[in-house]
């Protein structure tokens, strides 16, 4: 399922053709590891000084988030582990109505991980950052022994300033308000989870992992009343409006038909027997405002190259908590949270 | 080696005593999990809001730094991962010249890893950061299969205003400068290792992870031009010296004798064929400012609970990027960076 990795480019650390213990344990090694594949990619002034911890400018309120990425595979359809760990970082910065300026990058390798797909992985996070006007000022690099871990994750904080005027949470959300969502759901965890099982259910899967904050940040702008944004990972559209619900303690009603979902992502869904609704996606997000300012929202989101935004649902006074999903024929039942969920290591 | 642990406390997710892949799947198990866990321990306004990241208010410039920790054994005399993994990066926040005042942390879970084991360690970080003073206000938590992690890996980043008024860095050290260390170093590498390999050598070994940002505030406060900070972690007080001497440009003279080593340390390390200047500290910091200066820093040092700081040696104009070890018979040799280190895995 993963591309082909280019063998032929030059090992970052002479000698060594696969990540050994020394890369991590603070001496020549991981220094000539950190200068000649991280700082030269990641080619940012803090960086360059090789200081352990950088200085940056950003004016408060700041947003502050962090993940950790153990996708497996760590290279599939649409995108890689690095450039996961930067979009999904964007992304939750965004999502605090924040404009997304800084990240930090942690690496655990595992002992034995090919060189060359560490490089990959390193400049996938470089051209992902520079395609989000991101900078990685600072990080840091352990490797375990091998069958301690499994090849490479990536923790990502990222910082930017707050630009939304009121707070942007789950306690904003009220009762009449909208829920739209950016674009069709389940792309990422359909496309990792064929290319895991190495399932040829459609080649036209991919993963939708991008950067979600320049369509928020035009929302933002435009003097909407935001009141919460989500992006529906782990868990997918299902544990998004659940986890809101509950934390703001209203209910949502969502009209099943409106949820966009690719074609291909349904037959794979019924071909498996998943549900769309349940699987991450890693380049959409869910907006929640008053009704009355949903459809400027969705001229806007698909100004901003969200074309298929779209109203799915409102937020109701009854039923605490609880996701209500109604189907064409007026029916409506509950849709759980489910206690795990439909596959690990989605992200 | 490590102390008994309490099995008899409430498992924080009801029905498990272990960690499964559910916990790390967005489903409501994790929203349990890091309900009754994670947000009872850390206790902070921003995790109560039940937001994807948090708001915080810090003024400009801000230092942000990470680290990823994977030590094993994950307990240790006088410390383990969860209360390292806040020191270690509180002390990084501060070795840029800042108040610490803000945590992020992400958990990589190994599935199989007893809930109790890790409560131990959250409350442990808890209690670490309420020490400090800072706030843990927003994580992440990932569960692996067994047998793809190695119980619990912990990444912080830290981040707090900057305090000093001129760049503290390595392109800051000038010759004639004085080097000091805060105190013994050696401690915890010698204790970890001797926990690892359940050696027996002495039984007052424990590590020195502990916060230092109060004594570094109590320098930059008292007005003395600190040009460069270190924590001299992974490869020791060798690697600090040799990576600032190599990031600036110049050179160092270390008188050998003058370097404090416990008593304790110094017949392990003999006993180990080991040798203390390459073992990690987790508490003590390396400081680089004008001689002039360095009697006013001592005294402020060890009014600050640094009572063994001192003096231990100078920064040349010749030999750039090298670390030269004077011994008590006024022979020289080079204290060199080691490729690797001499073991992994102790942060």
């Not at 063998?7 to 053709?17: A, K, M, R, V």
């Not at 990619?41 to 947003?63: K, M, N, Y």
């Amino acid at each position: 399922m993963s591309d082909p990795i280019e063998l032929s480019c030059p090992s970052p650390s002479t000698g060594y053709e696969r990540v050994v213990l020394a890369h991590g344990a603070g001496g020549r090694v991981m220094q000539r590891l950190i200068t000649d594949l991280f700082i030269a990619a990641f080619d940012t002034p803090q960086l360059h000084r090789g200081h352990d911890g950088a200085t940056v400018e950003l004016s408060p309120p700041i947003a502050v988030t962090t993940d950790a990425f153990t996708v497996t595979p760590r290279f599939f359809p649409g995108g890689d582990i690095g450039s996961l760990a930067v979009y999904g970082t964007v992304n939750d910065v965004a999502m605090c109505g924040a404009r997304p300026a800084v990240l930090t990058a942690a690496f655990i390798l595992e002992e034995g991980l090919p060189l060359p797909e560490l490089r990959r992985i390193v400049e996938s996070m470089a051209a992902a950052a520079r395609r989000c006007g991101v900078r990685i000022v600072t990080g840091d690099t352990k490797v375990v022994e091998h069958g301690q871990g499994d090849g490479v994750y990536v923790t990502t904080t990222g910082m930017g300033t707050v630009v939304a005027k009121a707070a942007i949470e789950p306690a904003s959300v009220r009762p009449g308000d909208a829920v739209l969502v950016s674009g069709p759901v389940g792309d990422h965890g359909i496309a990792v989870l064929a290319a895991r099982e190495g399932i040829e259910i459609e080649t036209a899967l991919r993963s939708d992992a991008g950067p979600v904050h320049e369509a928020v940040l035009a929302l933002l702008q435009a003097d909407l009343s935001v009141h919460c944004l989500r992006d529906p990972t782990r868990g997918g559209l299902a544990s998004a409006l659940g986890e809101v619900a509950q934390s703001g303690g209203h209910g949502v009603r969502i009209d099943e038909a409106s949820v966009p979902v690719r074609p291909e992502v349904a037959d794979a869904c019924e071909l498996l027997g998943l549900d769309p609704l349940r699987a991450a996606c890693e380049g959409r997000f869910v907006a929640w405002l008053p009704a009355r300012h949903a459809a400027r929202a969705i001229e806007i989101l698909q100004a901003s190259g969200c074309e298929r935004a779209t109203t799915i649902g409102e937020i109701t006074s009854e039923h605490s908590g609880v996701v209500v999903l109604r189907d064409g024929a007026g029916g409506e039942r509950i849709l759980d949270m489910l206690a795990g969920e439909q596959w690990p290591r989605i992200c």
